[in-house]
């Protein structure tokens, strides 16, 4: 399962326990699953 960076619009392969965008820093991603798009705080 991938994410989405909210911010940046990077896309991030896993996020494990609290993890920050490795580009910008930002902290809330949109978990980028097939059919299923939700709002993620990390
Ligand atoms: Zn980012």
Do not use: D, H
């Not at 996020?15 to 709002?39: A, D, Q, S």
């Amino acid at each position: 399962m991938s994410y989405k960076c909210l911010q940046c619009g990077k896309t991030i392969e896993k996020i494990e326990g609290r993890v920050r965008c490795p580009y910008c820093g930002y902290r809330i991603f949109m978990k980028m699953r097939p059919k299923v798009v939700k709002r993620v705080k990390a």
